[in-house]
């Protein structure tokens, strides 16, 4: 049989529901994912070993501390679910070591290509087309909802076939992808600074007849100048010790009220 042939068991497929729908339900700081990680193997140890001595070793075993991306963790589950088919309780000190080894590589690839580039781009794009009034901006969330679900039930199914050999074959196209996404995220973000932020000089400068503003002048220079001045200031504050998002974001308000008052910015 090839490894096209090979399906997933209906275990497997319960252990990705699960994971999809509770995998982070049971977070906690000593265990962080641990418990939603073993409920989501729950059905395939309870096939594999029953009402057994060694179920209580899978179990304990799976317990174990677990944190990865959400969204890539099926790549874990499936290739976990492979080897306790094949070798059973014995595979134990094997699946905590891929475990270990897996989840921080997956988590930072992860982190990159399902949270920071979509909800930055997808939701600034969205938000935009929101306040236009465009009722496709949740249309676009759903989409992405949908294609994320695809991307992690292909994931399980891709562990699940692949086993310990999927991280050692993929793992440079996978930095190469998160490059390449990274770039792609930085250039819509640089584009959608101008059209987001709303942001010009006030001051106009005036002798005689002649009328000059600076937002014109500006705009000869780099259009959009204002705006990228405001990122720029805001990721510097972003930088400072003692700094968070809810203090940068009364800075800016404060910020924006006295350059307004004093004509600075329009």
């Not at 057994?52 to 179990?59: G, I, L, T």
């Not at 203090?247 to 800016?252: K, Y």
């Given at each position: 049989m090839s490894k096209k042939d090979i399906k997933l068991?209906?275990?497997m497929r319960k252990v990705f529901w699960r994971w999809y729908f509770f995998g982070q339900a049971g977070w906690n700081y000593e265990k962080m994912q641990g418990l939603g990680y073993y409920y989501s193997m729950y059905p395939l140890i309870d096939q594999l070993y029953g009402n057994?001595?060694?179920?209580?070793?899978?179990?304990l075993n799976e317990l174990q501390f677990f944190n990865t991306n959400n969204s890539m963790a099926p790549l874990i589950l499936g290739v976990d679910g492979a080897i306790q088919e094949?070798?059973?309780v014995?595979?134990?000190d094997a699946v905590a070591s891929l475990k270990t080894g897996m989840m921080g590589p997956l988590a930072g690839i992860g982190d990159t290509l399902f949270a920071v580039i979509p909800n930055t781009i997808i939701g600034s794009?969205?938000?935009?087309?929101?306040?236009?009034?465009?009722?496709?901006?949740?249309?676009?969330?759903?989409?992405?909802?949908?294609?994320?679900?695809?991307?992690?039930?292909?994931?399980?199914?891709?562990?699940?076939?692949?086993?310990?050999?999927?991280?050692?074959s993929l793992g440079n196209r996978l930095k190469k992808i998160t490059s390449a996404a990274n770039v792609l995220g930085m250039t819509v973000i640089g584009a959608l600074i101008p059209s987001v932020i709303t942001a010009g000089f006030a001051y106009t400068f005036k002798n005689g007849d002649v009328k000059i503003?600076?937002?014109s002048l500006a705009d000869q220079i780099m259009p959009g100048l204002a705006p990228a001045l405001v990122v720029l200031f805001t990721y510097w504050l972003l930088g400072r010790k003692k700094m968070n998002s809810t203090?940068?974001?009364?800075?800016?308000i404060l910020v924006g009220i006295l350059a307004y008052n004093l004509k600075?910015?329009?």
């Open positions: 068991s209906p275990e057994s001595d060694d179920a209580v070793k899978a179990s094949s070798q059973g014995a595979a134990n794009i969205a938000s935009y087309m929101a306040l236009k009034g465009n009722a496709f901006a949740l249309i676009l969330w759903l989409a992405y909802g949908v294609l994320r679900l695809t991307i992690m039930r292909s994931f399980v199914a891709m562990g699940y076939r692949e086993g310990v050999k999927l991280i050692s503003t600076l937002q203090r940068v974001t009364l800075i800016l600075i910015f329009a």
